[in-house]
C-alpha cells in the first residue's frame, strides 16, 4: 500500500477524516460548503439511518455478485461517481486520476462541466472506463452542439443535464474567489473563446454569465435530446411531478439529488424521495441516487427503494485527496467489501435479489396501531 494512503482508513468516514488531515481550509470548505444552514447536507446522510434493514435468512449467498447495468453498461458494482467541480483542488492529477480510479473498478464517472482535464485527456487517460459527461445549458445551442459533439467522439455513453440549478453561483458573486491553484475549463471555454481573467475572478465570473443560461426549462432539455444520439440523464429530480414530465420526454435516466445540499437549504434528503420518484417512473427510465451515501448499508438500502446505483460525490474526492487515483480505488473498494458483506446479511447473492421488503422505515416500528398490537392475546 501507498505510504499516502491512510493506513487505517477502512471506512468512508476515515477517508474524510484522512483528507481533510492534508486539505487546506479553503478547499476544505470549498467542497464541504452546505447551503445556507446545513440542514438538508446533515439530513441526507442521517435519512439513512432511519431506515432499518430486514434480512432474509437461510439463502445461499456463498458467492456474491455485485455487478449490474447501467444504460447498457456493465458495471461492477452498483456505486459510480458523481459530477464534481475542480478536482485538482483535491490531487494534481485531477479528474484524470479520478477517471483511472473508477475504470479500475470498472465503474462509471460522470465528468463535470467544471473540471480541470479536458473530455478528451480524461477519454484518452481511462480508454475502457464508462464516462458520462455532465453539460451546462448555454445561451448560444451551436456552444452545446459542439460539446455535444466532443462527448460523442470522445466515447462517452450518456449527457447529464443538472436541472436543479436555475441561477449559477457566479452570476450572483460580489467579490473574488481566490483558489490555492489555477485552473482551466476546457470543457467550458472552447478554442477560439478568450478566456478573461482568472479563475475565480471577477473578470472570468461576469464572463461566464453571459455564455451560461440560467432559467433553463424543459424546452431546452427536448433541444439536447434531439441533437445527441446519446441517452440523456437529468440530475437533480426530487418531485415525482417533474420525474413524469422527463419520462414523456423521453429521458433515458433520472438521477434523484439535492446538489449534496449546496444549493437550496430545506430540501428532503435524497433516499426519502427515491420511492415515491421509482413509482412514478414506473420502470419507463432507470433512476440513480446521490446524496448522504456513505457505507455499503446505505448503498443496499438505495438499491432496496428502486434504484439502479448510486453516485457518490465528496467521498470520492476525500479517496484523490488520500492518494489521487489509488486513494479513489481503496476507497472504492471499501465500499465494495462493505456491499458484499450486507448483501450476505440480507439474503443477496445479487443485486437482483435486492428488493423493497428489506428495508422498511424506522415510522412502521413507532405506529400507535402497531404498538397497540397484542401477541398470543395480551397486551
Not at 125 to 141: E, H, I, K, Q, S
Not at 324 to 349: P, S
Request: charged share 25%; with cysteine.
Amino acid at each position: 500500500m501507498s505510504e499516502n494512503v491512510h493506513p487505517k482508513a477502512t471506512s468512508v468516514a476515515e477517508f474524510e477524516k484522512a483528507a481533510n488531515e492534508k486539505l487546506s481550509e479553503f478547499v476544505r470548505t470549498y467542497y464541504s460548503h452546505p447551503g445556507e444552514g446545513g440542514q438538508t447536507y446533515r439530513d441526507n446522510c442521517r435519512a439513512f439511518k432511519r431506515y432499518r434493514l430486514i434480512p432474509r435468512n437461510l439463502r445461499d449467498v456463498y458467492i456474491r455478485d455485485t455487478s449490474v447495468t447501467v444504460l447498457g453498461s456493465k458495471l461492477d458494482f452498483p456505486v459510480a461517481i458523481a459530477p464534481t467541480a475542480v478536482h485538482k483542488l483535491a490531487h494534481p492529477d485531477a479528474e484524470v486520476a479520478t477517471a483511472k480510479g473508477a475504470a479500475s473498478m470498472n465503474t462509471a464517472m460522470v465528468l463535470s462541466s467544471w473540471s480541470h482535464c479536458s473530455l478528451e485527456q480524461v477519454a484518452d487517460a481511462a480508454p475502457r472506463g464508462v464516462r458520462w459527461f455532465y453539460l451546462l445549458f448555454y445561451r448560444d445551442r451551436g456552444r452545446m452542439k459542439r460539446l455535444l459533439e466532443r462527448a460523442e467522439r470522445a466515447g462517452y455513453t450518456a449527457i447529464v443535464l443538472t436541472v436543479d440549478s436555475p441561477i449559477y453561483p457566479f452570476t450572483l458573486r460580489k467579490s473574488p474567489v481566490v483558489f490555492p491553484v489555477q485552473f482551466r475549463l476546457p470543457n467550458v471555454w472552447l478554442d477560439d473563446d478568450v478566456v478573461p481573467g482568472s479563475s475565480g475572478s471577477l473578470e472570468q465570473g461576469s464572463a461566464l454569465t453571459k455564455i451560461t443560461k440560467n432559467a433553463s426549462t424543459w424546452e431546452d432539455v427536448k433541444w439536447v435530446k434531439n441533437n445527441t444520439r446519446l441517452p440523456v440523464v437529468l440530475k437533480g429530480i426530487l418531485s415525482v411531478e417533474d420525474a413524469r414530465i422527463a419520462v414523456d420526454l423521453g429521458v433515458s435516466g433520472i438521477y434523484v439529488s439535492n446538489h449534496g445540499g449546496r444549493e437550496q437549504d430545506g430540501l428532503p434528503a435524497t433516499i426519502d424521495v427515491l420511492a415515491d420518484i421509482v413509482r412514478a417512473v414506473g420502470g419507463e427510465a432507470e433512476v440513480y441516487l446521490d446524496g448522504g451515501v456513505r457505507t455499503g448499508t446505505d448503498v443496499l438500502k438505495a438499491l432496496a427503494l428502486g434504484a439502479r446505483c448510486v453516485f457518490i460525490g465528496r467521498p470520492a474526492l476525500w479517496g484523490l485527496a488520500c492518494n489521487g487515483e489509488k486513494g479513489l480505488l481503496q476507497l472504492l473498494n471499501v465500499l465494495k467489501e462493505e456491499l458484499i458483506y450486507t448483501m450476505a446479511r440480507t439474503g443477496c447473492a445479487k443485486i437482483a435479489d435486492i428488493n423493497p421488503t428489506l428495508v422498511v422505515h424506522e415510522n412502521y416500528y413507532m405506529s400507535p396501531r402497531r404498538n397497540n398490537s397484542t401477541i398470543d392475546g395480551y397486551q
